[in-house]
């Protein structure tokens, strides 16, 4: 597949949840046991008996719904945008090197010295210091594509909640729930832009709307043409890349443009969403990008929005990320958890199937997603966790002090466990992404961002703490996590 014209190619009605429905299964295995690579050199990790010990009870079964239609409808109505053309258009920029000052590493706690990172950049500073929008999740090309381009391009996307509570004067049309963005960056230029997520639905008159997206989006997933966003109690939400709709493509804010439709789109009004008497709107937002399809979980859900975790049922998905080392590769779903006297589990961790054959769905048998291995997490608190050829890495959160950097992996018991000690790395940390560098012969790097904004209201991110906060997008580079002690 080359996304080089980043053009939408048409598809059929339903196609989805039909190919999900009619693709092989990658089932769990009791009982067998899991491999792990420890030489120095990564190596393939099969979807097979490798990844299927299981030490938990799963519960991480998914049934696909598929939004195609609704989406397909939304793009008949309004222009779409590539990735490509959107970052050669963005608008915003990010501050690297000795430019970008925030520091959310510091001194470290104790006189512990944080694992410094390879790579850093500092958003503008009305995301950097927003109290209304909160980062959370990232992915980036080398998950997407096999040969880590997207064209010409080499994108980072990270995702955003809106936490309205925040956002002044409250109540206001301006300070509505916007729901989740992501920001689209290009580490080449150090350009970056801003698409809001959409839920498509068909209004009272039976006209194609769309409306925000109420979800914390901890965690995001690009395989191929699909971005996967995790929808905590529920499972995951579908986004398709080519349905990118642009409400500005003259690139004049203040003239409303004509859509295909016959309709108008305003992207002044920051206060409203959908299409409104005839007019679309994007609460200023220039991109939308509408959901496409849905997994969600089939088990009961006994968990709720505490962060304590229940041991059965339906897990939490909390973060996200692509082991592109399976083959076929595989997405990594996990729950954050803290524990009390009657919730003592730190949380699962399950690996799902991907469908190369199709191209970025998962793996299904007789309508559900099987894990092909679940385990119970060796921490707690675990806000992103990645896989590559066997190792496991997990940032572990400590609220304002530096996050812990922890490497396990499956031993022959079946069991995840930490291996190696603690390493010390961002305070805030949170999803992760793992650019393995494969095709482009790059030295292979952890990404992960940090959450908390430099001037939030606490004195442990006060600039003259061992461990401030502030917004920082990073990477480790792998080899320096594995030669820690």
């Not at 080089?4 to 089932?27: V, Y």
């Not at 304590?308 to 339906?314: F, P």
């Not at 099987?370 to 921490?379: D, E, F, H, I, N």
Request: charged share 20%; with cysteine.
């Amino acid at each position: 597949m080359n996304p080089s014209n980043d053009r939408r190619r048409p598809r059929r009605a339903g196609r989805l949840l039909a190919l999900a429905l009619a693709a092989g299964a990658l089932l769990w295995q009791p009982g067998q046991a899991a491999a792990t690579s420890t030489g120095s050199t990564p190596t393939a990790v099969q979807a097979t008996a490798a990844h299927a010990a299981a030490t938990v009870d799963s519960g991480f079964g998914l049934a696909a719904t598929d939004l195609s239609d609704r989406a397909a409808d939304l793009t008949a109505a309004l222009p779409t945008q590539g990735v490509q053309n959107l970052l050669s258009q963005a608008d915003k920029s990010v501050s690297s090197g000795t430019a970008c000052a925030t520091n959310p590493f510091g001194a470290g706690d104790g006189g512990i010295a944080p694992l410094r990172p390879a790579v850093k950049y500092c958003w503008s500073d009305d995301d950097a210091l927003s109290k209304e929008w909160i980062p959370q999740g990232i992915t980036g090309v080398s998950d997407a594509q096999a040969d880590e381009y997207w064209g010409t391009k080499r994108p980072v996307i990270t995702s955003w909640y809106d936490d309205s509570t925040a956002c002044t004067p409250s109540g206001t049309p301006a300070c509505a729930d916007k729901g989740v963005r992501l920001s689209f960056l290009d580490p080449a230029t150090g350009k970056y832009r801003h698409v809001l997520l959409a839920y498509p639905y068909y209004n009272s008159y039976g006209h194609i709307s769309y409306r925000a997206i109420d979800i914390h989006s901890g965690g995001i997933a690009w395989y191929k043409y699909r971005l996967y966003v995790t929808d905590a109690l529920h499972g995951l939400r579908v986004f398709d890349l080519r349905d990118i709709l642009d409400l500005d493509p003259d690139r004049h804010p203040a003239t409303n443009n004509s859509t295909p439709d016959g309709l108008t789109s305003d992207v002044q009004d920051n206060g409203k969403v959908g299409r409104q008497s005839n007019v679309w709107y994007s609460y200023g937002y220039r991109y939308v990008l509408p959901q496409a399809a849905s997994y969600d979980f089939v088990s009961a859900q006994h968990n709720s929005s505490a962060g304590t975790c229940e041991s059965n049922g339906a897990p939490k998905a909390s973060y996200l990320s692509v082991d592109r080392s399976s083959s076929p590769p595989q997405l990594i779903m996990g729950e954050y958890c803290t524990t009390d006297s009657t919730h003592p589990g730190n949380g699962r961790i399950g690996a799902l199937p991907v469908d190369d054959a199709d191209g970025s769905l998962l793996s299904a048998a007789d309508g559900l997603v099987s894990a092909v291995g679940t385990y119970a997490l060796p921490v707690k608190q675990v806000q992103g966790a990645s896989r590559y050829a066997g190792r496991w890495y997990l940032n572990q959160s400590h609220r304002y002090s530096d996050a812990s950097l922890w490497r396990a992996a499956v031993g022959s018991d079946g069991v995840l466990a930490v291996t190696g000690g603690e390493i010390r790395t961002a305070v805030g940390a949170e999803d992760m992404y793992y650019e393995h560098g494969q095709a482009t012969g790059a030295a292979p790097l952890l990404w992960s961002q940090s959450e908390h904004r430099a001037d939030i209201n606490d004195p442990s991110c006060a600039t003259t703490d061992p461990t401030p906060c502030g917004r920082v997008i990073y990477a480790h580079r792998v080899s320096d996590i594995l030669t820690q002690p």
